[in-house]
């Protein structure tokens, strides 16, 4: 088993710390402000150490995007694990969902700070991979909220429809100068969940019958 | 009766002329090649003619705006009447309405060349109205698709649902860096429509029993 120096642990701490800053800044303020400056200090390090981790603006740009997809996919999995299971309407799964896909936390701003960055990041090649890869853990995510709600998991396929649903629902509210995005989103959402679930019905009853 | 004198009507040819070119311009090649020059010699005119019309290159681009709408829902409600009624499978018909939706022709460069396009004008105070002008008749020329195709034609807001799944369909494709956009939101909106249609077949049995 390998082992590290003191110095070699110390790096990698601060390497750990920087990453972490990075994504938080990203999910909480949006690109502009993971800068070298505004990572280092916000992880509490002196203002010029992060360029000798990083090499260069995209590559400290694809460790807040790595990190920031860990740091929303663990908190899409504690929200949706914190749930109760009990039966909820169309609407308030709608916006648990909403929650979730943008957890840790998500406000009528999120076309902006949160959507839009991350369909750049899913278009850049070189991130691509980090989206695809927290994909899985994101579906899995939004399935627990279903199964706790009373309603069937989807297929994955529906999973992903949903997803492109709650981004197509806030995306158009948002261009549309709607004030309420979320509240929007939220009831194109919950069109979705009902037909969905209606078809649950139908195979139940053809099952039945 | 207002008439014109022959002065005054040239001047209005000439206007009607390099509005349908900007138009044109603005579907076939984008944003950028809405230039006054490149207007003015679309439009067979000379090529510093389009600055007496147009005061700056916001006025030009809502004109293009205006008039690729206008041609753009001609030629959905022309393409969705060429259609003779018969029974078509959710695959055939949500090709139709992605080609409808994006008429008079679509390709998969469509998101950049179109669909970003018009969202960023729908996001822009002074451009929303007419995009949203325009939004009744082109959920008219759907909604002459689907009961074209056997499909009940369903109420507004799912039309309005639809046309957000073609987006999200396109823009998803896309971002995944698929090649075969077109053939990637097709799955996606005859998944919607099935789920649509279900829902009819729900309510006759229910009438029905």
Redesign the interface.
């Known amino acids: 088993m390998a082992t590290r120096s003191p110095r070699q642990a110390r790096s990698a701490d601060k390497l750990d710390a920087l990453r972490a800053a990075a994504g938080r800044l990203l999910i909480d303020q949006g690109p502009e402000a993971v800068t070298y400056r505004g990572v280092a200090v916000a992880a509490g390090l002196s203002p010029g150490s992060a360029s000798y981790y990083f090499e260069n603006r995209d590559e400290l740009y694809a460790a807040a995007v790595e990190a920031a997809e860990e740091q929303r996919t663990a908190a899409a999995q504690a929200r949706a694990e914190s749930l109760d299971t009990q039966p909820r309407t169309a609407d308030e799964v709608a916006r648990l969902l909403i929650e979730v896909t943008y957890a840790p936390h998500v406000a009528d701003d999120v076309v902006t700070l949160r959507l839009e960055p991350m369909?750049a990041a899913?278009?850049n090649?070189r991130l691509?991979p980090t989206m695809?890869a927290s994909r899985p853990r994101l579906l899995e995510a939004l399935a627990t909220v279903l199964t706790r709600s009373g309603h069937r998991s989807p297929g994955a396929?529906?999973l992903d429809?949903l997803v492109?649903?709650i981004?197509?629902?806030l995306?158009?509210a948002?261009?549309?100068?709607s004030e309420h995005v979320i509240d929007d989103a939220t009831k194109?959402v919950a069109?979705?969940l009902t037909?969905?679930d209606?078809?649950r019905?139908?195979d139940q009853e053809r099952q039945a019958g």
Do not use: K
């Open positions: 369909l899913q278009r090649e691509r695809a396929d529906d429809l492109q649903v981004d197509a629902g995306m158009y948002w261009a549309r100068g194109t069109r979705i037909l969905i209606q078809e019905q139908v």
